[in-house]
């Protein structure tokens, strides 16, 4: 698709062609991942972080929420509940906490990979290569870290460098690639300042990037960080960061990379407590990330308000994720859920 008919798409407003589009997204889904949905239970084991990003709850500078790092023995505990409730993963997301030494991070996941034999994604931030390399030969699977935006300008005003080091994501992508790993991306959507050309590019830079595993929700403005205050930019070619607008992209994204891993997010399910998984999951996603996280430490995890199933514990969340796949006629997948050959199936 080019980039001026997927701008033109995320500016529809028409029902009946959005109709058509949650349709064509739902069949190239079908037609390339297939029914299964895949589980991947997520652990936050950290919220430390380094950076100062404008809208992360979780940015340094907030001295409202106490701070906390999981334990090995935590972790790997969480690791067996993963398996025990028949999920194929088990993601380890955390604030960019160099409190994590790269030793110690990659004797957790040995132990997990022992303890469970789960495929192993981490999310931590913007690390070495040095210790992405380690913790791949430790057995890690899979890698997520999110561009957030492809406008330049934009990324370096919401995400500032660290004293003394650029931030390169796209560089990144490109050496987990090299390491072996199965790479995830993805972007918020209505970021003020954020236009619909440059959501359009994001979209065309999943597909040229050839992302496996690709991450899309709305931004939720959190009354801790520096981009709370500019809600009403007012700027003309604003993206909202709405429901709607998080549908087009997530069926934009399916149509464009249509083998990608794409989950129906929390943040999505957040602006939609009802039914907003489920419709993520009829409009081109196919994984979800029911949350592992200990409850204590869950509340302190507030990358933005108001998380959905902030409260439920781990079974809580297994079991309504299970129902909610059930109930729109799709299955539980089995395995690890990797990506599959990107080539295209035979009919
Ligand atoms: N420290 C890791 C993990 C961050 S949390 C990293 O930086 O990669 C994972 C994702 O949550 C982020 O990449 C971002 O896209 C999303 N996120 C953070 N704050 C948010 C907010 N206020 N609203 C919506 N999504 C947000």
Redesign the pocket.
């Known amino acids: 698709m080019e980039l001026t008919a997927i701008e033109k798409w995320l500016r529809t407003e028409d029902p009946q062609a959005l109709a058509m589009l949650w349709k064509e997204a739902d069949d190239t889904r079908k037609k390339f991942v297939g029914d299964a949905v895949h589980l991947r239970g997520l652990v936050e084991i950290s919220n430390y972080?380094v950076?100062r990003?404008g809208?992360?709850?979780?940015n340094v500078t907030n001295r409202a929420i106490s701070r906390y790092r999981m334990s090995l023995e935590e972790i790997v505990e969480c690791a067996k509940m993963a398996r025990e409730l028949g999920y194929g993963t088990v993601v380890l997301?955390?604030?960019?906490?160099y409190g994590i030494t790269r030793d110690w991070m990659a004797d957790v996941i040995r132990s997990v990979k022992e303890t469970t034999g789960l495929a192993v994604t981490l999310?931590?931030?913007?690390r070495s290569r040095e210790d992405l390399n380690v913790w791949r030969q430790a057995g890690a699977d899979r890698y997520?870290?999110?561009f957030?935006t492809s406008d330049q300008t934009l990324y370096e005003k919401i995400h500032p460098s660290l004293r003394g080091r650029s931030s390169d994501?796209m560089e990144i992508l490109r050496q987990l690639r090299d390491l072996g790993y199965e790479v995830g991306s993805?972007?918020?959507i209505g970021i003020p300042g954020q236009t619909y050309r440059s959501l359009a590019e994001d979209i065309v830079t999943f597909r040229e990037m050839d992302i496996d595993m690709i991450?899309v929700?709305?931004?939720?403005?959190?009354p801790e960080?520096s981009?709370a205050s500019e809600q009403d930019s007012g700027m003309p070619d604003q993206v909202p960061?709405t429901e709607l607008m998080t549908y087009k992209v997530l069926a934009l994204t399916r149509l464009n990379c249509p083998s990608a891993n794409i989950p129906s997010?929390t943040?999505l399910a957040t602006l939609n407590k009802a039914n907003g998984r489920e419709l993520g999951l009829q409009r081109g996603a196919n994984i979800v990330m029911p949350n592992l996280t200990p409850t204590q430490y869950r509340i302190c995890y507030e990358?933005?308000p108001a998380k959905a199933c902030i409260t439920e514990n781990a079974e809580a969340c297994g079991a309504c994720m299970g129902w909610r796949i059930a109930a729109i006629g799709r299955t539980v997948g089995t395995g690890p859920g990797s990506r599959k050959s990107p080539s295209l199936p035979k009919n």
Do not use: F
Request: aromatic residues 8%.
């Open positions: 972080c950076r990003c809208y992360c709850g979780l997301q955390g604030g960019e906490d999310s931590l931030g913007e997520l870290l999110r957030e994501r993805g972007v918020m991450g929700g709305p931004y939720i403005p959190h960080t981009l960061n997010t943040a990358i933005y």
